[in-house]
């Protein structure tokens, strides 16, 4: 797997970034941060689809000048790559291989994380509903998660990186810096899902997306390999009643104090 990373860090500093890609941040200018404490970090953020994991790992790299390594875009673009080829999400041993074979690139371009498979452009398509109903089961494969914690841990191990996803604070990274579990109700996660779909061009309808959020969390927490589960060390942040300014906030006073 190769991975390209265009954000990089000048030294010493944080990046000022940016940011107009979310629909939360209207054009801004992110204030600089000093790295000295920050340095080769590894902050890992797990929690709920929908629970705002992916905006806040995005922009918390970007003021921080991390990488961001969006575990759940790796999983995805296996189980578009499989519905690409004919590959049933049940095929443990086909979907093995083609985790092994697959090459996964990151890459920040206008302040947005672009997702490349075998050098194709699939930033959106990982996101249609087609692969949302599948990747449940394509990522429970305890083979599949094997090579794909594998190749995550590579990717993290220099440290510089805000990992998202939910098994990053237990499984992949259980040594990580900082550890952050974030939480919403079920009904703000599915509108949160619901604005981005249609930013996307997805129609569909909240009653949609409650029952399809619902039918992941129980997936998710009672597969038996990896299930969603808090680590005993990881800040809970509720973030139903949060904007994401706030949000964030809140996590870089927690990241302050962890750092100091
Ligand atoms: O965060 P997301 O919705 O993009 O994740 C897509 C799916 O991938 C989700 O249903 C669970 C799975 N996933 C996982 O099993 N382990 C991860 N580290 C990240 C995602």
Known sequence: MRTVYRL???????????????????KMVLPTYKLTRFKNKIIAIDGPA???KSTTAKILAAKLGYRYLD???????????ALKNNVAPSDASKLKVLAEAIDIQFVTKEDANRVYINGEEITEEIRSPKVTQHVSEVSAHPGVRKVMVHQQQEMGK????????????????????????LDASVTTRAERRLVDL??????????????????????????????????????????TNCTIE???????TILKTTFQ
Do not use: C
């Not at 990992?163 to 550890?179: L, M, N, S």
């Open 50 to 52: 929908g629970s705002g």
């Open 8 to 26: 990089k860090p000048s030294q010493g500093q944080i990046r000022v970034a940016r940011w107009r890609e979310h629909r939360y941040i209207p």
């Open 158 to 181: 220099k440290g510089g990186v805000v990992a998202e996803g939910r098994d990053t604070t237990t499984v992949v990274f259980p040594e990580a810096h900082a550890k952050l579990y």
């Open 246 to 252: 706030e949000q964030v906030d809140r996590i870089l």
């Open 71 to 81: 575990t759940g875009a790796m999983y995805r673009a296996l189980t578009w790559l």
């Open 198 to 239: 249609a930013r996307m061009g997805i129609s569909t309808t909240l009653e949609e997306l409650v029952a399809d959020i619902e039918r992941r969390d129980k997936y998710d927490s009672e597969r038996k390999h990896s299930p969603l589960r808090r680590a005993h060390d990881a800040y809970v942040v509720n973030t």
